[in-house]
């Protein structure tokens, strides 16, 4: 061998080996002591029970696990006192101190719970969404826990899915800029303060493309698609720096993702150069033996060899990998590349410093729930909400009003937080009519429970999973709705609460069927007949299918679960303390028949039309355009749009544009507009969407003000990925559009040459 050569093989042997180290020299001492067990340990992660659990097992022995050094981390366990005890375990009776990492799901909330993710992203405003995630990870760090199971960034156009309340939506750049916000108020810019968590991205990845909506379920999609469409927000999160990832459980490709080496390890690591560790999703590595991949030794190797680093509650890394060991079919490298992660995110959080730092007993009372916390989630929800609509300008309400307030949800506390919010209580939840009451004394208001939130005693038992959501009354339905009838004929104005019970989305909760339970159809005709006003506040997880309320002369106020402020929210602005201003995350599907409906849809060679054509891409039932838009929701007040302007009529590849529209508040009260920019790539080597959201503001107008808002659009917004998956752009013409929504038609072009 030539001389240059061994330098040059010296030099990448000196470079691989200094690359598969860790930099931190405090993580290298400590393996260059672990036994192989010790390792295998920390890979561990385990929930002692006392919280909820969302798979079949619960760990057992844990205490005595941790003494012998076979556990990394737990979750479900909360307090800094209960958190001390544990974590006293580890660093007092194990053989190596060394700290548990604590793990939660604290996806919109601690304590005092936000509204569901679906609608906080409603409220298309970045710098809440962070304040959200801050104020989590204040209330979280100050309960014990340094490690927190979100952002989930799952892209879902499936309404059926129940998880579709846990995300931000249908967009892959709305829900980017969802994920980096939220990886920022989480761990902040010291992730070793005692204030800031680690965040892990979760679930990668496609877990929203779950077919037929049924949670859980296969996923297959091409490259193309995954790449344009649905990778970006976990993508946005690990260029933002977040510090964790866990797998997902649907299968990619015919691989579970908790054991696909494609997506752990060459597209996690190598495409995007994440540095951080993978979970696995609640023992999605045994239940690779489900998806038929073999027994637990065989799906526990196939995992650690794919790159996943930690096993949640299954514990099939702790009672197999040594095996494996032994007979060649995983590597010890492997299993220390794994534990050297999970050590690198323990020193990160500085847990080796100080394991109790997150155990401070005196901060729970000054940090949860606190008064201010309280008007953040106040402030949040009342932006979270969406205005349908607004029939004969009803809304706001006049403070004295005369209200006949009915539903089964508009006097309780049991369904105003939402689904997945383990850690919130009930118990401080505002319900809608004691907020009506606080925001308006003067008003009168009765209250008459009107319906059932459903008359399904076998479906009610399903959603009473995690405590009594839906009550079937003793009452019968006629008795229910005659009192309600009464009440709305002395009244104003009738406001009915009515959708879904906070259990009917979420984690295994997907529906066939996304309409208002019938019994409070009843409900909504009587209460229509009567003539009155009437104001739907609807409740949901997910986007509904409202297409025969839409069309009755009724106001619409959509409010997901609002979380711990509920009611006050909702007073705010149904009295006008606060314009409403969010907007749409998801397209409003006609019926389940045009589900999958968003608003990127490709245009087909055979362009669909609003009436029918024959030989078209069209149904012969419905439209092709979804009940209401991605983007859509109503103000108090009027927002005109004109002089739209771009800076350049052509560009050259690789650069971007200006684009300025002004904006008018023509109403009479101040208020938010989102101003929305799409981008349609006329021509190109792939078939492209027929528009994609590329820019948003979002701007506060007083009554009579003008704006201008100015978009400086970058080279990276005229980009895709080509069948090479190659980011690119191609020159052509796109058309560029700026409106209230995604069906806007006001555009400019622009050549890229
Ligand atoms: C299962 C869920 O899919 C995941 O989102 C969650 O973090 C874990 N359970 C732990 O609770």
Redesign the pocket.
Known sequence: MKKNSIIVLLLFTIITVTAQQSSIPEVEELLSKMTLEEKIGQLNLL?PGG?????AVVSENVEAKIKAGQVGGL??VAGPDRVRQAQEIAVKNSRLKIPLII???V?HGYKTTFPIPLGISCSWDMGLVEQVARVAATEATADGICWN??P?VDIARDPRWG?IA?GAGEDPYLGSQVAIAMVKGYQGDDLAASNTMMA?V??LAL?GAAEAGRDYNSVDMSRVKMFNQYLPPYQAAVDAGVGSA?S??NDIDGIPATGNKWLLTDLLRERWGFKGFVVS??T?VNEMIDHGLGDLQAVSALALKAGLDMD??GEGFLTTLKKSLEEGKVTEEEITVACRRILEAKYKLGLFDDPFKYNDSSRPAKDILSAEHRAIARKVAAHSFVLLKNENDVLPLAKNAKIALIGAMANEKNNMLGT?A?TGDIQYAVPIMEGLKAVAPQASISYAKGANITDDKALAEKINVFGLRVTVDSKTSEAMLKEALDNAAKADVVVAVVGEASEMTG?AASRTDIQIPESQKVLIRALVKTGKPVVLVLMSGRPMDISEEFALPVSILQIWHPGVEAGNAVADVLFGDYNPSGRLTTSWPRNVGQIPVYYSMKITGRPGTDTFQKFRSNYLDAPNSPLIPFGYGLSYTDFEYSGLKISKSEIGLNSGVQVSVNVKNTGDREGEEVVQLYIRDVVRSITPPSRELKAFKKILLKSGEEQTVTFDLKPDSFKFYNSELEFIAEPGTFEIFVGKDATTDRKVTVEMK
């Open positions: 929930t919280g909820v659990a969302t798979g979750f479900g793990g939660s799901d996806i199971f979100s989930m998880r846990e892990c979760k679930h877990y866990m997902s459980f999703d609640y999605s949640m509650v997945w383990p984690e």
